[in-house]
C-alpha cells in the first residue's frame, strides 16, 4: 500500500511557463513534507520542505503548497527551465517515524526549450 | 563541509554472487545513516537506517543486511544476490540531533545482477 503517491509519472512544459507537480499522501499522521530532485545517475538533492502547521512556502522559483483537509501538496515551479528537467520525488514524515521518511514514486519532468 | 562518498559507481554482478557496498561520511560526527534502493520506475525504498554504530534498523525483510562499523560508516552487504536486488542504490545522512531534518544523498551505485 502506497502511502505517498504521485500519479503523474512525468510531465511535459514549455521553458518559461509554470511546472505543477503533485503529490498525494494517504497517511494522516504524516505533518512534514520535502521536495527532492533527481538527475540521472545522482542521489536526490533537497529541494524545500513543509511542515503541517504552515499551507505555503516558498523559496525563489519553487513554492510548495499543503492541503492538509486533502492531503495533498504540490510543487510549482515559475518560471521553469530546461535544468529543471529531473525527477521529481515529494517525501513525508511523521512524528512516530523519527527521523525515516516515505518517499513517493515521482515524477520526470522535462521542460522544452 | 559535509560530503558523502558511495563506491563503487557502476556494478556487475551474477547471480548468488556476495555484495559490499560501502558509504562514508565526512564533516560531520554521530549522523543518522540510511540505505535506499531505487529500483526501475519505481521511487525510493527505505532498506535500513543506523542512528548510531552498531544500531541498525531493517525497514524491508529481503537477502541484504547493513552493517555500521565506524561512526561515519555505512556498509550493504548481501551473502547471495538475486535478480531482483537489481536497482539504485543510495546512501544517505542526516544530522543525528535534528527532528526530521533534511537528508543528503550520495551519488549512488548502480547495481546490475544477471
Known amino acids: 500500500d502506497q502511502q505517498v503517491k504521485q500519479n503523474s509519472p512525468s510531465l511535459s512544459v514549455q521553458e518559461g511557463r509554470i511546472s505543477i507537480l503533485n503529490c498525494d499522501y494517504t497517511?494522516?499522521?504524516?505533518?512534514?513534507f520535502l521536495w527532492y530532485k533527481k538527475y540521472p545517475a545522482e542521489g536526490p538533492t533537497f529541494l524545500i520542505s513543509i511542515s503541517s502547521i504552515k499551507d505555503k512556502n516558498e523559496d525563489g522559483r519553487f513554492t510548495v503548497f499543503l492541503n492538509k483537509s486533502a492531503k495533498h501538496l504540490s510543487l510549482h515551479i515559475v518560471p521553469s527551465q530546461p535544468g529543471d528537467s529531473a525527477v521529481y520525488f515529494c517525501?513525508?514524515?511523521?512524528?512516530?517515524?523519527?527521523?525515516?521518511?516515505?518517499f513517493g514514486p515521482g515524477t520526470r519532468l522535462s521542460v522544452l526549450p | 563541509s559535509q560530503t558523502i562518498h558511495q563506491w563503487p559507481a557502476t556494478l556487475v554482478q551474477p547471480v548468488g554472487s556476495p555484495l559490499s557496498l560501502e558509504c562514508t561520511v565526512e564533516?560531520?560526527?554521530?549522523?543518522?545513516l540510511y540505505w535506499y534502493r531505487q529500483a526501475a520506475g519505481r521511487g525510493l525504498q527505505l532498506l535500513f537506517y543506523?542512528?548510531?554504530?552498531?544500531?541498525i534498523s531493517s525497514e524491508v525483510p529481503q537477502n541484504l543486511s547493513a552493517s555500521r562499523p565506524q561512526d561515519r560508516q555505512f556498509i550493504l552487504s548481501s551473502k547471495k544476490l538475486l535478480l531482483s536486488d537489481s536497482g539504485f542504490y543510495l546512501c544517505?545522512?542526516?544530522?543525528?540531533?535534528?527532528?526530521?531534518?533534511?537528508?543528503?544523498f550520495g551519488p549512488g551505485t548502480r547495481l546490475t545482477v544477471l
Open positions: 544517505a545522512w542526516s544530522v543525528g540531533d535534528r527532528e526530521r531534518d533534511e537528508q543528503f
Open positions: 564533516g560531520t560526527s554521530n549522523p543518522n
Open positions: 543506523s542512528v548510531g554504530i552498531g544500531q
Open positions: 497517511n494522516s499522521m504524516f505533518d512534514y
Open positions: 517525501a513525508a514524515s511523521a512524528v512516530n517515524y523519527g527521523q525515516n521518511f516515505v
